[in-house]
């Protein structure tokens, strides 16, 4: 069965940075693209970042390019969301998903994901 247990979520000051993780429990990541998610209080959610399989394509919302960086570590199961130069508008419950992607070619938002995370709160307040 699939699962994914995310961990690295808490609070931070504006200008900090926090790493998420994603780690897949009773399936192998290797086959699958990874995307992050967030939802802030009272807004819908929205896609991050996003990277294929392979780690040859990867995606960033244009509110958080330059600041955010997706990475995978097949070997470990896991998949990273590294946040830099955090803002206040950046607090939300932030979620990952995985979508079978057997040959790299896929970096997805939304559709087709086969299991979420948990979800693990981001808040960056002063």
């Known amino acids: 069965q699939l699962q994914l247990v995310q961990s690295g979520g808490g609070l931070v000051q504006p200008g900090g940075s926090l790493r998420l993780s994603c780690a897949a429990s009773?399936?192998?990541?290797?086959?699958?693209?990874i995307g992050w998610f967030r939802q802030a209080p009272g807004k819908e959610r929205e896609g991050v970042s996003c990277i294929s399989s392979g780690g040859g394509i990867t995606n960033y919302a244009d509110s958080v390019k330059g600041r955010f960086t997706i990475s995978r570590d097949n070997a470990k199961n896991t998949v990273y969301l590294q946040m830099n130069s955090l803002k206040p508008d950046d607090t939300a419950v932030y979620y990952c998903a995985v979508k079978w992607d057997p040959y790299g070619s896929t970096c997805p938002q939304e559709g087709g994901l086969a299991a979420w995370g948990q979800g693990t709160l981001v808040t960056v307040s002063s």
């Open positions: 009773g399936f192998a990541l290797d086959y699958y693209a």
